[in-house]
């Protein structure tokens, strides 16, 4: 699985690769604002999805539906932890099925 700190560098790199047109668009800023734009760009796709950005990025690094699943199921724990929740109580709470 990839590192938790190589994960969103990752995903704005294949959501860059995945749009060439972006790219194409913003080739003449300097390095900054590109990765700017690019950011923005990405968010916005979560947007239109419908989801978070962090699952976006998920969605783009994972190598299969299995590692997708584990690392959203770690997401949501760390968020759980981090809200001092019970594990069950959460998954309740979020309607997600832990399984």
């Known amino acids: 699985m990839i590192a938790k700190e190589s994960r969103q560098a990752l995903a704005l790199q294949r959501f860059a690769e995945g749009n060439p047109q972006l790219l194409e668009e913003i080739r003449e800023l300097d390095a900054r604002e590109q990765a700017q734009q690019i950011h923005w760009a ?22 299969n539906p299995e590692q997708l699943q584990a ?27 832990a399984q």
């Open 42 to 63: 990405f968010e916005d796709a979560a947007q239109e999805q419908g989801i978070e950005p962090w699952e976006l990025a998920l969605q783009l690094i994972a190598d």
């Open 71 to 97: 690392m959203r199921l770690e997401t949501h724990r760390e968020v759980a932890e981090a809200l001092g929740m019970e594990w069950g109580e959460y998954c309740q709470f979020n309607e997600i099925d």
